[in-house]
């Protein structure tokens, strides 16, 4: 069984931009779920609503892909976490075919994300972002105090699933992740001590895109998203950067005077 | 199990009467992994070394621990002992007790202590993780580059082309001898300054391993001890100069007065080395007065320049003996004529009726121009009265600054300078004349003023130095280079952006790509290590397992205590 | 009630900032007894991890002291270390932990006054600041 949107997106990606592949979420036995399709195998029923960072997918799978185009349902934070895997040479971007997805409000509301519109847009209508979080706001609002016991109380919570590691679609260590060893989280305990979170703040502050599929991952509910914003803002604040854009260097990899730290070697 | 040896140096008072060390020993005894912990009065003395050896072969050690002074001073001896016991040289791990902790709280004996023992129980932590390592050896460049062309770097290529060893000798202008080009006769033999350069000069030109590069600037260096590349610069034509050990040699300027005593304003007041020149051309006026210390040993520039109240005793004495009825005076705040033969000069001077008067640094003399000539008015500490002077000169005895491209200079070899400008030497006693950098020396002014048999000495000094690796054909390299774990290893590159020397590539083997550390190309800074997300790129003798487990060690000693 | 007395942990490069430190030493510039230090090859090896771990732990405080800049031994080191330093104190203020426990400076080997200053200027700092909120908070 194919549905109009799964017809209308295989001949996109298939006839008019040459894909090999595409890569999609799609409705099996009443389950919504991932899915690679092939050229010429029935793309079945899609199912574009269910928020899923289908980079995520790509990023674990490209390996085993060595030929051909994939084309890849993109929201705008698929995108900026396309640019940050292309940056580190983790997928070959000529082999990407983005498909633009625009979000629905709803989708916008719940992320409360600024910035939804991918730069091409193929299925879906684009709707403005929304500004702040309730969350934030609350939070800048906290004496120190305060605030510290509320995340506290949050990091409480996490039983070490790494669910946001392994949703996360900028995360790249995958099986071998620091937060895994006793060498900087020195509790062996569920949950595990500040430290986890704040080594995975500080892992994340230059790559993070705030798709947030670490909260929604988070079977504890943490608003790690909120997190993730605040520390964007930071980054903007300090370096005046955010990840997402190709062209753009991550702070911590230029010098003060926003060298290419590549570039100033002279030893040669 | 490591089986750890920890010994804790009394040295002396220094430690010791601050430090109680032994409720530190028996605080080591306490940590994990400790065999045997005992405690020494010096342990880099003989008796201590040897103790330390017997130690380690009765205990059968495998860790050393050693509590003392700094590592920047002893480390190597203590590897050194570990080597001569058996123990690899990189399972020992150096506490610092007396820079970092004896020497700074001596009012504090018990948190002192407690300090201490949180230091050894950190050092302790680290040592059980220590792993062997292998030192890989360098090749030495047999050629040595001095950089400057005075007295000092003339001495010092000199003794360098006399062991046959090829030598660049960079010159900024155009001609060598630096400022005792302008001092025509020296103390205190009085003799002439061009016979001791001429010979100098001599022995260089006549040397088929020596060249000479005037007009030339150093522009670009890089390396490390054996293998460094020095690239120089001549009238828009750049040079590149392998070299396997560096002198420098840049001397420093004379301090010109910006207006004190009338400078610049009063006709007749002159510097000392502009005394030298008019000296030189036979200009021997019959009333001089020298003013020392002017713009030293004062605020902003406290210290003594070491040479100048020698220079105006020389001169004092020229004037009176060439013509005896000269009327010298030297306004001075202690003369420094230190040593046997510059005490005699001092003698000698009151002998033949130079006059010397003592002046504060809260009432400085005064100089003003009549009719007659200068006169100097001068409070005369000694006598409790104004005395004034009357002189055709007054010679204003300033000291020895850097110059003003020192700090350059010390950019381009990344070497320190102290807030004089003055280059910073590694150890003033066990480390005279090095850098902290290896391969890299340091004489003459530039280091701090010195006199001329000092910059002789100094440049015989750091020449002999800089002939030892070179003779040996061979330089270790410390095992403290970085590695990236493959299997860890996620290859998102941040390690190859972060490293500052181009020292890491990523590489594709089979189905897997991986960072890939140039072991001869790293210097052992570990940026890479900190840049790395999942903890796979790894400094030897500072792992991040090593390292945690210091924190892991203080959060324990501490926690336990407040 | 005892007085608080802080734990600080230091970070110091072993050609600058350790230099620096046992000039003061040598010196006998006297500074409280609060900081143990760790020595490092570069400022920039210091993992922005080791802070938020020892911080997470209990430690009151965190220095880390590096060559200033343009001098640094291994080149652009420092520079690495200005641009992390400023983002972990980020991570922590954000969490509700004064960023103000981590502070980067620059000692150079000459600067044994300097050493003595920025020890006990931050030792006073933390004192004011209180011991750390993450001490004794059972995970």
Known sequence: MVNDLGKKLARLAFEERGA??????????????????????????????????????????????????????????????????????????????????????EQI???????????????????????????????????????????????????????????????????DCVLEERTFVAEPSIPPGLSFHMVRSYHMIDKCIECGECERACPAEIPLLTMRKLLAKDMKEVFKFAPGDEKTVSPLNTTLEGELMEDECNER | MARIGVFICHCGHNIAATVNVEKVVEFAKTLPDVVIADHNLYSCSEEGLGSIRKSIEKNKLDRIVVAACTPRTHEPLFRKTCEMAGVNKYLFEFVNIREHCSWIHTKEPDPATEKAKKLIAMGVAKAGLLEPQKETESSVIPTAVVIGGGLTGLTAAASLVAQGIDTHLVET??????ILGDIEIIGPEFSRSKELLDQLVSELKGSSHAKIHLDTKVTAVSGFIGNFEVTIESKGKSEKVPAGAIILATGAKEFVPTGEYG?????????????????????????????????????????????????????ALRIVEAEPSSRVSIIHRDIMSYGTASERLYREASDKGVVF????????????????????????????????????????????????????????LKVPLDKYGFFLEAHVKLRPVEFATDGVFICGSARWPSSVSECIGQGLAAAAKASIPIRRGKVVVEAITCWADTDKCAACGSCVIACPYEAIEIVEDEDRRYAKVNEAQCKGCGTCVASCPNDAMQQRGFTSRQLSSMIDALIKNAMEET | MA?????????????????????????????????????????????????????????????VLGCHIGDCHYMTGNHRTAKRMPLVQKVLKEVGIDERRLRLDWVSASEGEKFQKVVTEFVGEIKNLGPNPMRGVKW
Not at chain 3, 42 to 61: M, T
């Open chain 2, 173 to 178: 202008s155009g001609r060598l001898g630096g």
């Open chain 1, 109 to 175: 509301e719940r992320c409360r994300c600024e910035d939804p519109v991918p730069s091409h847009v193929d299925v879906g209508e684009p709707h403005a972002g929304v500004k702040g979080d309730e969350l934030s706001a609350r939070l800048a609002k906290m004496s120190q105090k305060d605030r510290l016991a509320f995340w506290v109380d949050q990091y409480k919570k996490c039983n070490k699933c790494f669910g946001c590691t392994l949703t996360c679609p900028v995360c790249f260590c995958d099986d």
């Open chain 2, 263 to 315: 400078y610049g304003s009063i006709p007749g007041v002159i510097t000392q080395l502009e005394f030298e020149r008019r000296l030189a051309k036979g200009d021997h006026p019959k009333r001089v007065a020298f003013i020392q210390c002017v713009g030293s040993r004062q605020p902003g520039r406290e210290y003594c320049s070491r040479v100048c109240c020698n220079a105006s005793l020389k001169n």
């Open chain 2, 357 to 412: 008067l003592r002046y504060g640094l809260e009432r400085p003399a005064n100089v003003t121009r009549k009719q007659k000539g200068l006169v100097v008015e001068v409070y005369d500490e000694t006598i409790d009265e104004n005395i004034d002077i009357d002189a055709d000169l007054v010679v204003l005895a300033t000291p020895m600054v850097s110059r003003e491209d020192a700090r350059d200079v010390g950019k381009l």
């Open chain 1, 20 to 105: 090999d592949f595409l890569l999609v979420m799609r409705e099996e036995h009443g389950n919504v779920a991932p899915a690679m399709v092939s050229k010429g195998e029935d793309v079945g029923v899609v199912r574009l609503e269910v928020p899923y960072q289908l980079v995520t997918i790509l990023e674990n799978i490209y390996p085993w892909i060595s030929k051909g185009k994939i084309a890849v349902i993109t929201r705008r934070c698929d995108e900026k976490a396309l640019a940050e895997l292309a940056k580190r040479k983790y997928v070959d971007d000529k082999r990407i075919i983005k498909i633009g997805l625009a979000c629905t409000e």
């Open chain 3, 3 to 63: 007085e608080f007395n802080p734990t600080i942990l230091a970070f110091c490069c072993n050609w600058c900032s350790y230099a620096g430190a046992d000039l003061a030493g040598v010196g006998r510039l006297q500074m409280p007894p609060n900081i143990h230090v760790i020595r490092v090859m570069c400022s920039a090896s210091v993992k922005p991890e080791y802070v938020l771990k020892a911080i997470s732990g209990g430690v009151d405080g965190v220095l």
